[in-house]
């Protein structure tokens, strides 16, 4: 079965630094890989996401994310934050085995902005 | 409407009562999911529905009843419930239950049980 680490649980940037959130997963073929942000008291919304190809991936918010086979990483950036990006972060990873596969969600990724 | 609306956004409710969780999508979409968000805590999927028919229960206390009347609906059925109980409970939906397309989630319900 699929698993994904979050290493990071909180994370402080100052408001126009650049950003990286770190998505490691392990799976025994190229997974799936989508990473979700949840604003306070919100559903989680998706950010991007990763099938095949290209393995710079850009998503909505300025946001992209890169995977690295020989790293099993999908991390997260933002060359500048905004206020408005403070929220938890989600990266998930799903199989690629046909029918009753569900996404695994990592353990979340707190981000803070700072003045 | 679009995308997945729950209802009602925030629950408080006593350890006697009976509620009900409402979910709906407007998507299209044939796979549904319960997912319950505590402080600290991961993700946990509680339940899986497929063109109306549960496909995972994920080992959850049968004072959660789920209930999917269509695909286009989904409910969660609460009684005798527990303090520890309280928490964010999310609905999601995805085209199928393959997963390449990733899941639309809902803004979910803050369910307090006292």
């Known amino acids: 079965a699929q698993s994904v680490t979050q290493p990071d649980i909180h994370i402080t940037v100052s408001e126009g630094a650049s950003l990286e959130l770190r998505c490691n997963y392990s799976y025994g073929a190229t997974p799936y890989l989508f990473w979700y942000v949840q604003s306070p008291g919100q559903g989680l919304q998706l950010l991007l996401k990763y099938f095949s190809g290209d393995t710079l991936v850009q998503g909505i918010k300025g946001f992209e994310a890169e995977f690295k086979r020989s790293q099993s990483s999908f991390n997260l950036r933002k060359p500048s934050v905004h206020w408005s990006d403070a929220a938890e972060y989600f990266c998930?990873?799903?199989?690629?085995?046909?029918?009753?596969?569900?996404?695994?969600f990592g353990t979340g990724t707190r981000l803070t902005i700072i003045p | 409407e679009t995308g997945v609306t729950q209802t009602p956004r925030h629950l408080v409710m006593g350890m006697t009562n009976k509620k009900s969780l409402k979910c709906e999508q407007h998507?299209?979409?044939?796979?549904m999911y319960w997912y319950k968000q505590s402080a600290k805590k991961p993700l946990e999927l509680m339940f899986v529905?497929?063109?109306?028919?549960?496909?995972e229960n994920n080992s959850v206390p049968s004072r959660f009843s789920p209930e999917c009347p269509n695909s286009s609906h989904l409910f969660l059925h609460l009684h005798t419930l527990q303090p520890e109980d309280s928490a964010l409970y999310l609905c999601?939906?995805?085209?199928?239950?393959?997963?390449?397309?990733?899941?639309?989630f809902g803004s979910g319900t803050r369910l307090t049980v006292v």
């Open positions: 529905y497929s063109l109306e028919e549960r496909v």
């Open positions: 998930a990873v799903g199989a690629r085995n046909f029918g009753n596969e569900k996404l695994t």
């Open positions: 998507l299209g979409h044939n796979a």
């Open positions: 999601a939906s995805s085209q199928d239950l393959a997963a390449n397309y990733g899941y639309t």
